[in-house]
């Protein structure tokens, strides 16, 4: 890795990393979103507020890039029933702070409200988001997603896309 | 509106069934009292409440109940209802308690529900009020027993014995169990829940439904193989692309699962092979379960593969994943799933890993197979608003059930899942004692 920048990436920076992914997801367009993230990122919505465990523990979901690609493909499939209506989101970030800074890795956690309007109804989901961001050659980059929705262990509906 | 017994009668024919017993918010109150009243229902697992004092919470039919472990470290299964003013007692899914103590007015319970204490019983003193009266303890349900570590309940005072009532289809919870080198399981990795907009029946016929993988679920396994066909031959090994793939297998394959159906309702697909028959078997476990019952029985164990098998109408499990569903009806239209998992004692964590990335994959709210399910249940039962027809059909393969005795045998294509159901649907909804007379229903 050479011409890579060293210096810490800025608050702004983070905020337009934020909000480009939430923007791609906004149109639940995956295709963008997953080019945000590097070839090992993983992506977490925990069924528990403090999960610490990703593997022993069941999720709402846990995608690597396999995983990920699957989506994408799944989400652009013309027989899926599920996939039937449209899927219009509406994220809000607000509350971004850098909890750590070690080596190469920043840590951000932020809170975030998201709607999303799907099947006819009009669903509110909010929680924390922490991401663990890293250079790379094209830019800042996301090398894992934490979603911690306020109501993880609740009996939820379909969650049709990544919040 | 109210049914007369002929009405619920009629409303089972041995190929059709009236769209009212999914629609009708009368039925569904009968159903609450006659099926999952008459019935075996779901509790939880022994190992849930290891401890005394231990106890989980959770809803018969949609009855509050609480399971507890008393201090002799018996299980008890009771209302969880004050006998002062009717209160709730616990209110945690789970928790660990001394005795129960209500939260209103303080009057306290041992831990198989007798009442302890009644705060300044002064005021009670010639009033007739008797405090060793049994009628104000938190009341047992009727029946509670446990199979292998899974325990159930019954409302019904003359339910069959458990054993009896479980029949044949108790090999498959064997088959679960044996699964563990030491021959016992535990709940391990939490529950998903899952909010299904659909009457409870409707989650119950698609276990054994397979016509319906190869169209609902084309989309993931098409962008699984799509992915897949992408990467480099020598790529690591993934447990997903043995997990996904089989979801799309062919008629001909599912026809040669079979379809097994008991008495009671219960009924599985599979046996000598199911789409889960291909999994590898991680080799630290094979020696494990090798040296704990030899060669030919492990084989036995492990090529012993269902699918999904319904104990009806509470308890789904999958023998070769260790996971279960769990049904939880909360109105006509509306339904919770629970998805549990199981650690095989004596095995390797990868095991619990499988099960667990399983579950994730195909039965959780963010997957890629349940949604899709969970979505032609839903447009059924928006379709059956319509007065259009009155009537579904289940003639596939009928007239063609082998009666092999204590069950009755089909292709794995055959509406056989169905017609078990609602045979033990119609006699539960349509007889006085219907546990005690159910000669006709697997015929
Ligand atoms: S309602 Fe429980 S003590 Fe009064
Ligand atoms: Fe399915």
Same mark, same amino acid.
């Given at each position: ?15 337009? $990393?934020?909000?480009?992914? +939430? ?12 080019? =945000? ?7 977490? *919505? ?66 975030? %409200? ?50 | *509106? ?6 619920? +009668? ?7 069934? %009236? ?47 609480? &399971?507890?472990?008393?201090? #002799? =470290? ?64 938190? #009341? ?35 088959? $679960? ?24 029946? =409707? ?25 897949? +066909? ?48 291909? !999994? ?8 494990? *379960? $090798? ?20 104990? !009806? ?30 650690? $095989? ?11 667990? =990335? ?35 059909? &289940? ?42 007379? #159910?000669?006709? #229903?697997?015929?």
């Amino acid at each position: 890795m050479t011409n890579v920048i060293t210096s810490n990436p800025t608050i702004r920076d983070i905020e337009e $990393l934020l909000y480009d992914e +939430a923007a791609f997801l906004d149109k639940a367009d995956l295709d963008g979103w997953i080019e =945000l993230y590097t070839d090992d990122g993983t992506y977490w *919505m925990p069924v528990l507020p403090d999960q610490e465990d990703p593997v022993n523990h069941i999720s709402l979901f846990y995608d690597d890039r396999v995983l990920m690609e699957i989506r994408r493909r799944n989400l652009k499939h013309p027989r899926a029933a599920s996939k039937d209506y449209p899927i219009r989101c509406s994220h809000i970030i607000s509350n971004i702070r850098v909890t750590e800074q070690v080596d190469e890795i920043t840590t951000v956690e932020s809170n975030f %409200h998201c709607l999303v309007y799907y099947n006819d109804r009009q669903t509110t989901y909010g929680g924390t988001y922490r991401h663990e961001l890293v250079r790379s050659d094209s830019g800042l980059k996301i090398r894992h997603k934490r979603v911690d929705l306020i109501n993880c262990d609740a009996a939820l509906n379909t969650i049709i896309i990544y919040l | *509106m109210s049914y007369s017994t002929e009405q619920i +009668a009629d409303m089972v024919k041995p190929t059709f069934l %009236h769209r009212k017993i999914y629609t009708d918010p009368a039925i569904f109150e009968l159903e609450m009292e006659r099926i999952w009243g008459g019935s075996w229902i779901f509790i939880g697992h022994e190992s849930q409440v290891p401890n005394a004092g231990d106890y989980i919470t959770l809803n018969y039919g949609h009855l509050p109940v609480v &399971m507890v472990r008393d201090k #002799q =470290l018996n299980i008890h299964v009771l209302h969880n209802r004050c006998g002062h003013k009717g209160a709730k007692i616990v209110d945690k899914r789970d928790g660990h308690v001394n005795a129960f103590r209500c939260c209103y007015h303080g009057w306290t319970y041992a831990l198989d529900g007798t009442l302890a204490g009644v705060p300044n019983m002064k005021g009670y003193e010639g009033t007739g009020f008797d405090r060793s009266d049994p009628r104000y303890n938190m #009341q047992k349900l009727a029946r509670y027993d446990s199979y292998r570590g899974f325990v159930f309940a019954s409302m019904n005072p003359r339910a069959p014995d458990l054993k009896e009532w479980m029949g044949g289809a108790a090999t498959v919870m064997d088959n $679960l169990c044996d699964r563990s080198p030491e021959g016992e399981v535990e709940v391990a990795g939490g529950v998903l829940r899952y909010e299904h907009e659909c009457n409870w029946k =409707l989650f119950l016929e698609n276990l054994n439904d397979t016509m319906h993988p190869m169209i609902v679920h084309k989309s993931v396994v098409d962008a699984a193989n799509d992915y897949i +066909a992408t990467l480099p031959e020598d790529s690591a090994r993934r447990d997903e692309a043995e997990i996904i793939p089989p979801f799309g297998a062919s008629y001909e394959v599912f026809e040669s699962t079979g379809i097994t159906g008991f008495r009671y309702g219960h009924h599985y697909d599979g046996g000598e092979t199911s789409i889960h028959a291909d !999994y590898s078997v991680d080799p630290d476990y094979e020696r494990a *379960m $090798l040296a704990a019952y030899g060669a030919d029985r492990t084989r036995e164990i492990l090529t012993y593969n269902t699918h999904n098998t319904l104990y !009806y109408p509470s308890l789904t499990i999958k023998s070769a994943i260790q996971n279960i569903r769990v049904v939880r009806p909360i109105a006509v239209d509306k339904t919770i799933i629970e998805t549990w998992s199981f650690r $095989l004692k004596g095995a390797p964590d990868s095991l619990l890993q499988r099960t667990l =990335l399983y579950s994730r994959l195909i039965n959780a709210n963010g997957s890629m197979v349940g949604p899709d399910d969970l979505t032609a249940y839903f447009r059924v039962q928006q379709g059956l608003a319509s007065t259009g027809n009155d009537w579904i059909e &289940m003639h596939r393969n009928f007239g063609q059930d082998e009666d092999q005795g204590d069950r009755l045998v089909n292709g794995g294509t055959s509406d056989l899942d169905m017609r078990t159901q609602y045979a033990a649907w119609k006699a539960y909804m349509t007889n006085d004692t219907p546990l005690a007379n #159910q000669e006709a #229903q697997a015929s």
